[in-house]
């Protein structure tokens, strides 16, 4: 009898907590699902190692040690503790009802005694951290929602052990007691009597009802991520992570083609479903140099915004009503255009959220529906459209760095090039980066190589008009390149340019380009390598600038290393690698005007604070940028592209 009325009360309290999840869950799938098309179903494997690297083994949170070991002692434990879910209702409905095999399995309890220390640990941890280290990355966060989640959280585990203990105090635990220290401990503290029967059915009941009130509640708070961020992994980018998705815009049905997002109903579903997996961290907030200096930008609260806003506004949207403009509204015009495209949120984000999409189709709906970007840019998007280049110079001018050089400059018809040089628009006219382009093909000379370059033929990628939103000139550029390449027969192609890297590599694909694209310091480093180039190691202290889109967006990170490694001493700045920070010129940022303090001055203290002589970098945008910054804070370091510096670091004689 006691045991069908304890089933009927369990399945009563499951229902209810039932339906409030579902009710829940099933608008947010409706939401995500009223998404545009985002293509992600491919590369299996890939997305199956991804869930296993970055979600089981929670890769990304341990970029930063302590609060991820405090998040993977959450995590692992509620994975252990999972089937001890199943062995409660069980055991709530009648004390001898429980798992076959696992639930007599000494070891097993073991391990669940473990986690649950360990999962205590974790969340005292996570109130400690919260509470009286309060760092920054929490600001703006739902910290009341997450103190209530933590808090349920250790009313799980403290019920589940005060369950197992009370079991082992009536001598009715299934497995042998030994195992299990911590509840067994516990047990010796209860004393013998009638109460220890009633004391079970407590623990048992309030461990059930615990776990039910966190079901319910789970979907309503921000930690709905619990159930979207596993998904949010698995429909992750698989692509380069430089590339940006191109926009279609020769759809059969011209209704579905995208320019962007405008309100919600243009995002994809993906988009959605980052926006409903943010744990609100911080961590990318933490790392964004927009928010460090100043800016309105945060990645954070700019996917917290996305994220209210469809929660708010989409029922009424599947209701068929009419969506309001994300821009201004849910974020606002000063925090789309803040973003230097650096790629430090997405590297850093947990759950794999995108925030650099998120923008750009921001920007492409303002500057291709709206005509509204920052005023100071139009010279520039004129200029790549009518000049192929951003600095509007003429074509023509485009080799003058050359003259004087052995570098050959295709001609139509000419034979295809071993190597093609692709100089990019800033090492072609900006007085400052033509060194680069200068010591780059002396020393490809040096080595032996046949340098060939298009000249007047090479036109301005298109990047800077793409990060700024500009699809449709992006493309243009994109199909002209991808012709003269092709007509050239060009196979191989080296580039001082981290952007033109990226775009070259990583997204002419998209348009039928496919060449082998290597960065000047990997082609460099080889030649060294092989002897070629034999440079003479100087005393002078060398601290290397890590380029986002040669670094973060597409890995070169040794090769630079290994150059400066020959010509001078190393000195690595605080945050290198591939939590490198921006120097202030990416996503198109080279031609706004910057609100807050400056990017480049930021980074030029912090190499400066180094102590070294010379600030290497390896992209002509660095170069400009970290000079100013430099001479703004009055610095004595001396910026230079690599090459520039392995250029002067062989001997005199050996000089083309
Ligand atoms: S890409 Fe860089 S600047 Fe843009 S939001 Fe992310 S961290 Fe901030
Ligand atoms: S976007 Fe990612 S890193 Fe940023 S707060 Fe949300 S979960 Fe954390």
Not at 243 to 253: A, S
Not at 522 to 543: D, F, H, M, S
Not at 619 to 645: E, H, N, Y
Request: hydrophobic share 45%.
């Amino acid at each position: 009898m006691t045991t069908i009325l304890s089933a009927l009360a369990l399945l009563v309290v499951m229902a209810l907590a039932g339906r409030l999840f579902a009710r829940r869950a099933r608008l947010v799938y409706r939401l995500v699902r009223m998404g545009k098309p985002a293509g992600r179903t491919g590369d299996l494997a890939r997305r199956a190692r991804n869930e296993a690297v970055v979600v089981l083994g929670q890769r990304k949170l341990f970029q930063r040690l302590v609060p991820g070991l405090v998040h993977a002692l959450i995590f692992w434990g509620f994975v252990v503790l999972f089937p001890t879910i199943l062995m409660a209702f069980l055991g709530a409905i009648d004390r001898d009802l429980t798992i076959p095999w696992l639930g007599h399995q000494g070891w097993f309890f073991g391990l669940v005694d473990l986690f649950c220390v360990l999962v205590a640990i974790g969340v005292l941890s996570a109130f400690l951290i919260r509470k009286v280290q309060r760092p920054a990355r929490f600001e703006g966060s739902h910290l009341g929602e997450a103190d209530l989640i933590l808090g349920l959280i250790a009313l799980i585990v403290t019920t589940l052990v005060g369950w197992h203990a009370s079991r082992i105090a009536l001598g009715i635990a299934e497995w042998p007691e030994a195992w299990s220290p911590v509840s067994n401990a516990v047990a010796s503290l209860m004393e013998p009597g009638d109460w220890l029967e009633v004391r079970e059915r407590i623990f048992v009941w309030w461990h059930v009802l615990t776990i039910l009130v966190f079901l319910a509640y789970l979907p309503h708070s921000k930690h709905l991520h619990i159930a979207t961020a596993g998904l949010n992994v698995w429909f992750g980018r698989t692509r380069a992570r430089g590339r940006l998705e191109p926009l279609d815009f020769e759809l059969e049905d011209e209704s579905a083609v995208r320019f962007g997002s405008g309100t919600l109903a243009d995002m994809t579903w993906k988009q959605m479903l980052d926006t409903v997996s943010c744990t609100e961290c911080g961590r990318c907030q933490d790392v964004c140099p927009a928010w460090a200096t100043g800016k309105a930008l945060s990645p954070k609260l700019l996917i917290m915004g996305l994220r209210d806003r469809l929660l708010a506004e989409g029922p009424a949207v599947l209701a068929g009503a009419e969506p309001s403009p994300l821009v201004p509204g849910a974020v606002t015009d000063e925090v789309v255009w803040d973003c230097v495209t650096c790629g430090a949120c997405v590297h850093e984000c947990p759950v794999s959220i995108e925030h650099v999409d998120q923008i750009v189709d921001l920007r492409r709906h303002l500057v291709m529906v709206e005509s509204r970007f920052p005023a100071e840019s139009a010279t520039m998007l004129r200029d790549v459209d009518r000049a192929s280049n951003p600095w509007g110079k003429a074509q023509a001018e485009r080799a003058s760095w050359a003259d004087g050089l052995p570098v050959r400059v295709l001609e139509p018809g000419d034979p295809a090039p071993d190597l093609l040089y692709w100089v990019g628009c800033a090492a072609s006219y900006d007085e400052r980066a033509r060194a680069t382009a200068q010591a780059t093909a002396r020393l490809l000379v040096e080595a032996g190589l046949d340098v060939a370059i298009l000249g007047p033929r090479e036109g301005c990628t298109g990047d800077p008009a793409r990060r700024m939103g500009d699809e449709y000139t992006f493309q243009a550029q994109a199909r002209q390149n991808v012709e003269t390449l092709g007509d050239a027969q060009v196979t191989k192609i080296v580039t001082s340019c981290p952007h033109c890297f990226n775009t070259l590599g990583s997204e002419y694909p998209d348009f039928g380009g496919d060449y082998e694209v290597v960065h000047h310091t990997e082609l460099l480093a080889e030649l060294v390598r092989e002897g070629k180039l034999e440079p003479v190691a100087g005393e002078g202290t060398i601290t290397y600038h890590d380029s986002c889109y040669l670094a973060r967006h597409n890995d070169v990170l040794a090769a630079p290393r290994e150059l400066i490694g020959r010509i001078g001493r190393p000195l690595e700045m605080a945050r290198s690698g591939k939590r490198t920070f921006c120097c202030g010129a990416g996503g198109a940022h080279m031609w706004m005007e910057e609100r807050g303090s400056a990017i480049n001055e930021e980074r030029a203290r912090e190499a400066t604070a180094t102590g070294a002589s010379t600030l290497a970098v390896a992209c002509p945008f660095c170069t400009l940028m970290l000079d100013d910054g430099v001479k703004q804070t009055g610095s004595d370091l001396r910026v230079a592209d690599i090459a520039v510096l392995l250029a002067e670091a062989l001997p005199e004689s050996g000089r083309a």
